[in-house]
T-cell receptor
């Protein structure tokens, strides 16, 4: 059984550009959450989706958006990239809700130059 | 919103000794408290979790305690081994709304 997969693994973008990150949850998992992890810090919660509906949102600007598809995969979109958006973006999936064990993907390392 | 503080930021122990990491949270509505281990360049992995209706949980060399009144929870690792060296994160969640992570503790186990 495959774990949580994220694509791409690494990405370099220029300030002002747009980026789309993708996540495929573990088969059978209906909940997907997105986190931003800056080097040396803990993951910061961005979004949580359950059954294709947004159920939670962290303190991130409107430049950040996400969606979940009928197959429970998810996309995180970031517009008008800033240098400060450079980070590891982690996706986590869980069976029912965030209060069950969450499994993280390997992350997408985004560098904004 | 929720605020999770984690101490210490770094911890060095001799192999075989115990390690204790402490976290405090601010939101009394938080009811789920997972702990993650993250090795360098790898994804966070859940090592143990506890819910607010339980005071203590143990899994082999790892244990977690929760004091709801004081809003404290702690991770205890006994008989530490070099492979326990990693960054450990605590987190608190009240359900769908938000999962808040601590700032991390870098544990070094000295052989």
């Amino acid at each position: 059984d495959a774990g949580v997969t994220q694509s791409p693994t690494h990405l370099i973008k220029t300030r002002g550009q747009h980026v789309t990150l993708r996540c495929s949850p573990i088969s059978g998992h209906k909940s997907v959450s997105w986190y931003q992890q800056v080097l040396g810090q803990g993951p910061q919660f961005i979004f949580q989706y359950y059954e294709k509906e947004e159920r939670g949102r962290g303190n991130f600007p409107d430049r950040f958006s996400a969606r979940q598809f009928p197959n429970y995969s998810s996309e995180l979109n970031v517009n008008a990239l800033l240098l400060g958006d450079s980070a590891l973006y982690l996706c986590a999936s869980s069976w029912d809700s965030p209060n069950t064990e969450a499994f993280f993907g390997q992350g997408t390392r985004l560098t904004v130059v | 919103g929720e605020n999770v503080e984690q101490h210490p930021s770094t911890l060095s122990v001799q192999e075989g000794d115990s390690a204790v990491i402490k976290c405090t949270y601010s939101d009394s509505a938080s009811n789920y408290f997972p702990w993650y281990k993250q090795e360098l360049g790898k994804r966070p992995q859940l090592i143990i979790d506890i819910r607010s209706n339980v005071g203590e949980k143990k899994d082999q060399r790892i244990a977690v305690t929760l004091n709801k009144t004081a809003k404290h929870f702690s991770l205890h690792i006994t008989e530490t081994q070099p492979e326990d060296s990693a960054v450990y994160f605590c987190a608190a969640s009240e359900g769908y709304q938000k999962v808040t992570f601590g700032t991390g503790t870098k544990l070094q186990v000295i052989p």
